[in-house]
């Protein structure tokens, strides 16, 4: 086995998660001490602290940890970026897609460490604005680019199950910097992320 996965789980906090949602199991009507139910406390816990690991990353370190020196002065544009973040407000996923572009001054990053640098801040309670702003600024302040963009769209569960229960409606941000406070740049980027390859 060469490729061994490791997560690690603090246990007193797994613990602890666990036996407030026993808790919570038991005030929603439910048994706890059901069969199906006996180990749910400890698995939300887990999946719980897994849906925020957010906060245990760095999105500067990860990207001072690939930054080449690149005479590259195009626009990088990463689409489709897969977002999977909690709304702070009901604690219920919001499910999307980023689209990220910046405009090089000299260093570069790895494509992927800019898909690492979504799930720094998608991995924890979110707004879907503050979400797209952090991304936007984690990008600016290592690379020092030229412009930065950020566009991500969304469907927030919080809206489709409860509340309004709007099943189609999708929310989209964006966040711009530099460069792309030009409308020629913008334009350029929003057809790069629309167009499709097929
Ligand atoms: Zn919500």
């Keep these: 086995m060469a490729y061994k996965k490791n997560e690690q789980y603090d246990e007193k906090v797994s613990s602890d998660i666990a036996g407030n949602y026993k808790e919570i199991i038991d005030l929603l009507g439910e048994d706890s001490n059901r069969e199906g139910l006996l180990k749910t406390p400890e698995r939300l816990a887990k999946a719980m602290q897994y849906l925020t690991q957010g906060y245990q990353m760095d999105a500067a370190a990860i990207i001072n940890a690939a930054k080449f020196h690149e005479d590259v002065s195009e626009m990088i544009v990463v689409k489709d970026i897969e977002i999977y973040s909690m709304c702070e ?5 919001f499910i999307g897609k980023a689209h990220v572009a910046y ?29 797209t702003v952090q991304i936007r600024d984690a990008i600016k302040n290592t690379l020092n680019p030229l412009g930065v963009a950020v566009v991500i ?23 711009f910097d530099g460069e792309f ?18």
């Design 181 to 198: 406070h030009k409308n020629s740049t913008r334009s350029e980027f929003l057809k790069l992320i629309s167009a499709s390859l097929d």
């Design 103 to 131: 405009i090089p001054n000299g260093w570069i990053t790895g494509l992927s460490k800019i898909a690492r640098v979504v799930d720094v801040y998608a991995r924890r309670l979110q707004v879907q604005e503050r979400l």
């Design 153 to 175: 769209e969304a469907k927030h569960l919080c809206m489709m199950m409860r509340g309004v229960q709007k099943q189609n409606s999708v929310t989209t941000t964006s966040a």
């Design 89 to 93: 407000h009901h604690m219920l996923p």
